[in-house]
């Protein structure tokens, strides 16, 4: 059975502010997939190219100290991650899945900046196929939405 996400407030745009994708270079073809999802979840709700920075980072590994560096420059509203680990043969992906997820989780605790998790993990390349806009939709996309639904959020909290 497959899950799907609750529906987002389609009444949610972007605003003011940047938003920076910090993204892996791995598996390229599932990043830029991944990428493009995300500047267009980002453009669909009114961002201008101006408002939209994509960095690269080395690996998923990489991801959490890009991000919070990203979220501590004051130059961002939110930060979204994206990267693709595959499972291999040793439990290396264990390693890097659990560090990327927890320093990804520290980084917006610590910045108060919304650091939004958008880095596959998956058995296969073609379960990660289907996340980076196949059959189970653009994992990319779903971290943007979020993004914005997080800054409008965060927003009405502090009363902007």
């Known amino acids: 059975m497959q899950k799907t996400a609750p529906s987002l407030d389609h009444t949610l745009t972007v605003g003011e502010g940047r938003y920076a994708i910090v993204a892996a270079r791995w598996h390229a073809e ?52 994206l990267g693709v680990v595959i499972q291999g ?37 073609e379960q990660a196929l289907d996340r980076a806009g196949g059959k189970v939709g653009n994992k990319g996309e779903e971290a943007a939405l979020a993004a914005i639904e997080m800054v409008n959020l965060l927003r009405t909290i502090k009363g902007n």
């Open 30 to 81: 599932i990043m830029d997939s991944l990428i493009d999802g995300a500047r267009s979840a980002l453009s669909s709700r009114g961002a201008t190219e101006s408002q939209i920075d994509v960095l690269r980072v080395p690996g998923s590994f990489e991801l959490p100290l890009a991000c919070e560096q990203a979220a501590l420059s004051g130059k961002y509203v939110a930060v979204i991650a």
């Open 89 to 125: 043969e040793t439990s290396h992906h264990d390693y890097i899945n659990m560090s990327a997820a927890y320093g990804l989780m520290q980084a917006g605790q610590k910045t108060g900046i919304p650091v939004l998790f958008g880095l596959l993990t998956c058995h296969t390349i």
